[in-house]
C-alpha cells in the first residue's frame, strides 16, 4: 500500500497521490494520531526502514518531536538520547494512520485511492466541504 500511494501513477494521470513515503507517513502519523490508532510495527511481518536523514529535511523531523511531545506531555522526550522513543511513537502512529488509510481503500474498492482517501476525511470531518466562500468583505489592504 505504501508503495501504491507514494510511487505508483494515479489511474489516468502521472503524478502519485504522495510525493514521497516520508509525506505519506507524515499524514499516516497525523491521522493516527488524531483517531488515537497507535499500533505497534510487527517485526515479524517485516518492516522496511526508511533512513532517518529523509525526516531531516524540511519540517518532518519537527513533526515526529511534536507528535512524540503531545503523546506523552513530558518535555524530557525532547531531550538528547531520546530520539529513538519519539521515533517509536512516530511509527505507531504511522502504522495505526495506514490501517486507517488500508480500511477507507479497501472500503472504496482501492482503484482510486485518492478519492477513498478524500472521502475518509469528509467523513470523519476533517474537510468541511458544505463551507461557503469565506466573507472577504471586512478586510482591506
Known amino acids: 500500500m505504501v508503495q501504491r500511494l507514494a510511487m505508483q501513477k494515479l489511474p489516468d494521470t502521472d503524478r502519485t497521490l504522495f510525493p514521497t513515503?516520508?509525506?505519506l507517513l507524515c499524514f499516516a502519523a497525523l491521522l493516527g494520531y488524531s483517531e488515537k490508532r497507535r499500533i505497534p510495527l510487527d517485526?515479524?511481518?517485516g518492516v522496511e526502514d526508511i533512513s532517518y536523514q529523509q525526516f531531516e529535511r524540511g519540517d518532518a523531523e519537527d513533526l515526529i518531536y511534536l507528535i512524540a511531545l503531545a503523546e506523552t506531555k513530558d518535555p524530557e522526550v525532547l531531550k538528547d538520547g531520546e530520539e529513538s522513543r519519539c521515533?517509536?511513537?512516530f511509527e505507531e502512529y504511522a502504522n495505526g494512520g495506514l490501517q486507517i488509510l488500508r480500511?477507507?481503500?479497501l472500503r472504496g474498492g482501492g482503484e482510486y485511492p485518492d478519492r477513498d482517501i478524500l472521502e475518509l476525511l469528509k467523513e470523519r470531518g476533517y474537510l468541511n466541504t458544505d463551507e461557503k466562500e469565506p466573507d472577504l468583505s471586512g478586510i482591506k489592504f
Open 21 to 23: 513515503i516520508r509525506e
Open 87 to 89: 521515533a517509536e511513537i
Open 43 to 45: 517485526r515479524d511481518k
Open 103 to 105: 480500511e477507507a481503500m
